[in-house]
Structures are given as C-alpha cells and as structure tokens.
C-alpha cells in the first residue's frame, strides 16, 4: 500500500543545482523519518540525509554534503525534498528515498520501504 516515488533528477555541470521530490501514498510519512540515500555503479547505498515527520524536525547530514544540500518536507502533500546545490561530479548516483523504521538513521538497513530511485548525473 505504502509507495515513495522520487522525481527531479537530470544532468548539470558541476556548481550547479537541482531539487529533488519524494511522494508518499496515503500515511506513509505521517510519524515517520525520511532519509535519502544514493548509490553509484559499484559503490554500496550510502546516508545522504534524514528529516524526522514533523516541519522544522532534526535534520541530519553526512559530512560530504553538510553546506551543500537541504531536506525538508511538505506533510500536507506527502512530499520529502532535497535540494541540492554547488553539485560535484563525485555526486552522481541513483539517488533513493526511504522511510526509517528502526536502527542507526545513517544506515540503509534501517529503513523498510524504498522508492524506485531518480538518476542524477553532474558533469565536470
């Protein structure tokens, strides 16, 4: 019943920007963390960032990002965003919303459900 679909990834060059859109079906983000997540060819999925459910939740970032991309959420519409500025070509990855279910938030087995993923592509 739950189904995250992420949306708003392209090609730029490095220093550029794109925001990105997670939709959730029904309650699926209600009382919910979200995170991102993003994986490229032959690395493992590795914790971009993390929102908790409510507006102006703790927020969390790993350290390549911190500065450079911002999670936020629209509860009213189901819709986890990040927005993703000064992008780096070491940015490229299918990158991946997930709803946080238990364990540590900066691991990818903490999370139960998984969106389908959005290409995002920066070049040099």
């Known amino acids: 019943q739950v189904q995250l679909v992420e949306s708003g990834g392209g090609l730029v060059q490095a220093g550029g920007f794109l925001k990105l859109s997670c939709a959730a079906s029904?309650?699926?983000?209600?009382?919910?963390?979200i995170g991102w997540f993003r994986q490229a060819p032959g690395k493992e999925r590795e914790f971009v960032a993390s929102i908790s459910w409510y507006i102006g939740g703790t927020t969390y970032y790993t350290d390549s990002v911190k500065g450079r991309f911002t999670i936020s959420r629209d509860n009213a519409r189901n819709t986890v965003f990040l927005q993703m500025n000064s992008l780096k070509p070491e940015d490229t990855a299918v990158y991946y919303c997930a709803r946080y279910y238990s364990g540590s938030i900066y691991d990818s087995s903490a999370y139960d459900v998984w969106g389908q993923g959005t290409q995002v592509t920066i070049s040099s």
């Open positions: 029904g309650r699926a983000f209600n009382d919910y963390r």
